[in-house]
């Protein structure tokens, strides 16, 4: 690990849904070591109510709900030297964090983003090329309830990560082991890049059904044609995924419906949560767009991904979330 007396350092940028699971795991374990300290970055309102009341956790894993970070920092400029970085913001906010993270992370900081998306590792490669920045992607139902106060259902959030391609010589176990001893549960794979590919078939078709008709997971299995749509997009996806040569199983879509099932039925996504709250801001691109993107370069066909990216486009220009129209 690290050198004896040395103080390793972890940082949680944005306590949101996915922040704040893993934040408190952190802080709460960690709570007066010596050997470790945590330090949460959130903004405004959160940094507030963070700073004043602590992170609170809404989890069936947890009956002590409120955990205390050694230090919680209003900005990133304020960081200053970190083993292990999570970034847990959503997309739309990434391109600004990493320009203020730039300047501030020492060459060979680890960071590791908590996030949806197919590309980010490469986008976050692109913006802080002096990083080590690992492969990963995240699986946990926990939304914000109000600032400082996250909500967690169903089973315990895990984290597929593997070594940075980039930097086959270093080997980032040492310090995620911080996380496992933390109690979060981390799954290490040799190439984590089908995970994420995996990831991405579920959270872009029912992150897309989910925000068109504001149904959740559960709603979606059980109502034929929202059913049919999601294996309509995934199977645009998967001719995607192919041409691109990702290894995924040739069962990967009936897989998706299954990891489906194992979320509570009223789970919603991320997407359809930000959607449905009229955010002038949604990850949309990072899911429909990123799919008319690849379908445009491989000259694959996308039609039911350019249908619903409309449709959604559509509601959130009006501004006026719709009543689901099945
Ligand atoms: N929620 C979930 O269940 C899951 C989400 N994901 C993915 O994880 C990622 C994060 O999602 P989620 O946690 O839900 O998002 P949230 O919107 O709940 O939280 C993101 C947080 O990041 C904060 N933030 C943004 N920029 C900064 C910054 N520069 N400094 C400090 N804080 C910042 C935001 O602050 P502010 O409030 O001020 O805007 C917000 O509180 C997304 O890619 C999402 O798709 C993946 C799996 C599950
Ligand atoms: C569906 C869920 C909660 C699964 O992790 C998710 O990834 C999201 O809402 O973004």
């Known amino acids: 690990m690290h050198s004896p007396g040395k103080t390793t350092e972890l940082a949680v940028v944005g306590l949101g849904g996915v922040g704040g699971y893993f934040g408190f795991k952190l802080a709460q374990h960690y709570a007066g070591s010596a050997a470790v300290r945590v330090t949460f970055v959130a903004r405004g309102a959160t940094h507030a109510a963070v700073r004043t009341h602590g992170l609170t956790l809404l989890s069936p894993e947890h009956s002590d709900s409120v955990a205390y970070p050694a230090r919680v920092l209003e900005t990133v400029a304020d960081l200053g030297q970190a083993d292990l970085v999570l970034l847990c913001v959503k997309e739309y906010d990434l391109a600004d964090l990493c320009r203020q993270l730039h300047p501030v992370l020492p060459a060979g900081t680890v960071v590791l983003p908590l996030m949806n998306g197919v590309d980010i590792y490469e986008r976050l490669c692109r913006q802080l090329p002096h990083t080590i920045v690992l492969p990963a992607c995240v699986y946990v139902a926990s ?101 691109k040569g990702i290894a995924l199983p040739a069962d990967i879509i009936e897989r998706t419906f299954q990891k489906a099932a194992t979320f509570p039925y009223h789970t919603p996504t991320s997407l359809q949560l930000d959607v449905h709250a009229g955010k002038p801001r949604t990850e949309l691109d990072l899911f429909a767009g990123a799919i008319l993107t690849y379908g445009k370069s491989l000259g694959l066909p996308v039609p039911e991904t350019g249908a619903i990216y409309r449709e959604i486009q559509a509601l959130t220009t009006d501004g006026q979330p719709q009543p689901p129209a099945i």
């Open 143 to 243: 939304h914000l309830k109000e600032k400082g106060v996250v909500e967690h259902r169903g089973n315990p959030g895990n984290i597929v990560v593997g070594p940075a391609p980039r930097h086959p010589s270093f080997d980032p176990r040492p310090r995620l082991r911080y996380l496992t001893d933390a109690g979060i549960a981390l799954e290490y794979q040799a190439d984590a890049f089908p995970a994420i590919w995996t990831k991405f078939f579920f959270i872009a078709s029912f992150g897309l059904v989910s925000a068109r008709y504001n149904q959740s997971i559960g709603q979606i299995l059980e109502a034929p044609a929202l059913h049919a749509r999601a294996r309509h997009l995934m199977q645009e996806i998967e001719a995607i995924a192919r041409a």
